[in-house]
Structures are given as structure tokens and as C-alpha cells.
């Protein structure tokens, strides 16, 4: 018997950043439904952000993984932290990633914290400014990091091209 060997899927780390229960009003009664946020990332530059709403919460989950999974960004890294600072407002949350040397760790609050290191980043600090709402900020980080440009490697060559060695 011959063994088929699978595409083997790529390995990502799921966090459940947020869970919500909802409650609606209706003539019958009241209506609950649960609402789940989920980040998904490989630790190699890739993060992607899922929301998704259930009866229950198992399969609010599964349908943010699913999200996530399907709407991947990269990010671009240097030397385990942000290529620059950045500063993003998305609705009322302002957030601002700036880069840190080797050591310092992830000096961020909330779910900055998380995404940011799903992404892979180990060494970064910044602040989240204006909003306590979870899911805004997540978003707001979320589209901070898709702004980020890679730091251009450049060597002595390339500045002075005149320069005879």
C-alpha cells in the first residue's frame, strides 16, 4: 500500500483575543448569541484577524479561525522588531508601534501585546491611545502593521557608488 503524503498545512498559533455574549430583545424574549475575536499567526510575519458570531461559543470561534485564516497579511520584520515607528488612527483608537533594541521585550498593553507577538516581533513598545473598545484596537494595530514598509538593507557600496575599493 502506497502512503500519500498531504500538503502539510502551515502551522499557526490561534488566541482568542476576545468573548462577547450578545443579547438582543425580541417580543419572544431575549435572544443571545456570542460574538468571538480571534488572531491567528506564524511567528514568521504573518497575522490575520477573525470575527465571527454563533449560537454558542465553539462555533463562534471556528468561524473566526476560519476568517483569520483566510485573510492573512505580512508584516515586515527587522531583526525580531518593527522596521519604524508608526503612528495609525483607526475610528477612535490611535496607536502608535515604535521599534526597540534587542532585549526589551513586548512593552505594549492589551491586545497589542498579542498580535504583536503572533506576528513574531520580540522586541517592541508603543501605547494605544483614545479607545478601550478591544475590537477597534485590534483593528487599529491590525492597520498600523499593514502600513509598516521593510527597512532597506543598504551596505557602504551602495551609498557612495563612486567610492573605489
Same mark, same amino acid.
Request: proline share 6%; charged share 25%.
Given at each position: 500500500?502506497?502512503?500519500?503524503? =498531504? #500538503?502539510? $498545512?502551515? /502551522? *499557526?498559533?490561534? %488566541?482568542?483575543?476576545?468573548?462577547?455574549?450578545?443579547?438582543?430583545?425580541?417580543?419572544? +424574549?431575549?435572544?443571545?448569541?456570542?460574538?468571538?475575536?480571534?488572531?491567528?499567526?506564524?511567528?514568521?510575519?504573518?497575522?490575520?484577524?477573525?470575527?465571527?458570531?454563533?449560537?454558542?461559543?465553539?462555533?463562534?470561534?471556528?468561524?473566526?479561525?476560519?476568517?483569520?485564516?483566510?485573510?492573512?497579511?505580512?508584516?515586515?520584520?527587522?531583526?525580531?522588531? =518593527? #522596521?519604524? $515607528?508608526? /503612528? *495609525?488612527?483607526? %475610528?477612535?483608537?490611535?496607536?502608535?508601534?515604535?521599534?526597540?533594541?534587542?532585549?526589551? +521585550?513586548?512593552?505594549?498593553?492589551?491586545?497589542?501585546?498579542?498580535?504583536?507577538?503572533?506576528?513574531?516581533?520580540?522586541?517592541?513598545?508603543?501605547?494605544?491611545?483614545?479607545?478601550?473598545?478591544?475590537?477597534?484596537?485590534?483593528?487599529?494595530?491590525?492597520?498600523?502593521?499593514?502600513?509598516?514598509?521593510?527597512?532597506?538593507?543598504?551596505?557602504?557600496?551602495?551609498?557612495?557608488?563612486?567610492?573605489?575599493?
Amino acid at each position: 500500500m502506497i502512503e500519500q503524503s =498531504l #500538503p502539510e $498545512e502551515k /502551522k *499557526f498559533e490561534e %488566541k482568542v483575543l476576545i468573548i462577547r455574549r450578545v443579547s438582543k430583545k425580541t417580543p419572544g +424574549g431575549n435572544y443571545v448569541t456570542f460574538s468571538a475575536l480571534v488572531a491567528v499567526g506564524d511567528k514568521k510575519g504573518r497575522i490575520g484577524i477573525g470575527l465571527g458570531r454563533g449560537l454558542e461559543v465553539p462555533p463562534a470561534i471556528h468561524k473566526a479561525i476560519t476568517y483569520a485564516k483566510k485573510h492573512l497579511i505580512k508584516v515586515p520584520l527587522y531583526k525580531n522588531t =518593527l #522596521p519604524h $515607528e508608526i /503612528k *495609525f488612527k483607526y %475610528k477612535a483608537a490611535r496607536v502608535l508601534l515604535k521599534p526597540a533594541p534587542e532585549g526589551t +521585550g513586548l512593552k505594549l498593553g492589551s491586545v497589542a501585546r498579542v498580535i504583536l507577538d503572533l506576528v513574531g516581533v520580540s522586541n517592541a513598545s508603543g501605547k494605544i491611545i483614545g479607545s478601550r473598545n478591544q475590537i477597534a484596537n485590534t483593528y487599529a494595530v491590525l492597520e498600523a502593521l499593514k502600513r509598516l514598509r521593510p527597512k532597506i538593507q543598504s551596505s557602504n557600496n551602495k551609498l557612495n557608488p563612486k567610492s573605489k575599493s
